[in-house]
Every structure is written in C-alpha cells, then in structure tokens.
C-alpha cells in the first residue's frame, strides 16, 4: 500500500471515529423523551436521528390489564424485551408468554398485539430501521410525571380512531383491531 493510500485509509477511518465519538450519548435511569402514548408511558431512549436511522428504543410501563391493538408495520421490523410483568404477546398466528428476561422477536408485515397479565409491566420496544418514534410523539403528549397515564373513562370515538389511522399510514403501521381474545 502506497504513502498516500495508508494516509487516506487513516484520515478515513478518524473521521468515522470522529462521527461515532459525536453521536455518543447516555441516558440515566428516568432520562429520555417521556410521552404519554395510548395508554402506557413510552420513554424514548435513543431516537432514529441519534443512531442514523439505525434502530430506535423505546421504554414502555403499561398498567396491570393493558392490550394493544393489534397492528402491523410494514417499514420495520419490532423487538420487545420483557424487564417486568407478566405479559402474553399475539405474533401471527403464535401466542407467547413472557416474563421478565424474555425476548421477542415481531418481523414487519406481520401483525401483532400484547396484553399485559401481570403488573405493571416495564419492556423495550427496539424499532429496526428507526423513525416509528415520530408516530409516538405524534399520537402521544409530553408525559407530566413519570408514570402510567390517567386511563381513559371511554374508547376514542370514531374521529380520534381515523386521526390515529392516519398518522400510522404515514409511518407505514396499520391498526387492525383490539387482541386477540378480546
């Protein structure tokens, strides 16, 4: 190798150092973007932008008896690793205890739900490719404590039901229902 292709190698190689070095952050425990979502708090961890649209990670407690709809993404694919509670997820056509420690696997185009057994639960949502934060921050508001949001006394009517299919479609997501079982 030449003089001035190893120099080329080595400046390349400190500026990704460089790039990687300015990306690098940490978030302490309760530290990230806090959003009241759909019933659970979702705490972003580390957002699309912060990684290069790599990957994104999101905090979830959901209370006791929680269920998400059920939906699909179609943009990317949805793991969840279980930190607390009880939980049952609905992936295709497979229904999955999990507990804590527990990993799950939601490849896109394939639809999903969760309900939550025993809890609160706490789990990590990890988003592959990132960006389906934005629909939390759009369907959710900044979150005022910490906690698990005031629950809802009704179901959102028909408006807020096609406002929030909406926002999905532009993220690629679709909702499809309530769980299975329900």
């Given amino acids: 190798m030449s003089s001035t292709e ?3 190698r080595t400046g390349t190689m400190l500026n990704a150092q460089e790039e990687a070095a300015s990306r690098t952050f940490a978030h ?3 530290e990230g973007e806090a ?3 759909l019933g659970v708090l979702a705490t972003i961890k580390v957002a699309g932008e912060q990684t ?3 990957y994104a990670l999101v905090e979830i407690l959901a209370p006791d008896g929680y269920g ?3 939906h699909v993404h179609h943009q990317e694919d949805e793991g969840f ?3 607390e509670g009880e939980m049952t997820f609905y992936v295709g056509e497979q229904t999955i205890k999990a507990r804590p420690g527990s990993y799950l696997f939601g490849p896109k185009d394939i639809p999903h739900a969760f309900t939550v057994d025993s809890g609160p639960a706490r789990l990590l949502f990890v988003f592959s490719p990132g960006g389906l934060e934005g629909l939390i921050r759009e369907i959710g508001e900044p979150a005022r404590s910490l906690t698990v949001p005031p629950q ?3 179901e959102p009517d028909k408006a807020e039901m096609e406002r929030m299919a909406a926002i999905g479609a532009r993220y690629g997501a679709e909702i499809l229902g309530p769980p299975p079982n329900q």
């Fill in 6 to 8: 190893d120099q080329a």
């Fill in 52 to 54: 290069g649209g790599q």
């Fill in 152 to 154: 809802p006394d009704e």
């Fill in 81 to 83: 690793y279980i930190l």
């Fill in 28 to 30: 302490e425990p309760g």
């Fill in 68 to 70: 998400s709809v059920l």
């Fill in 35 to 37: 959003w009241w979502w």
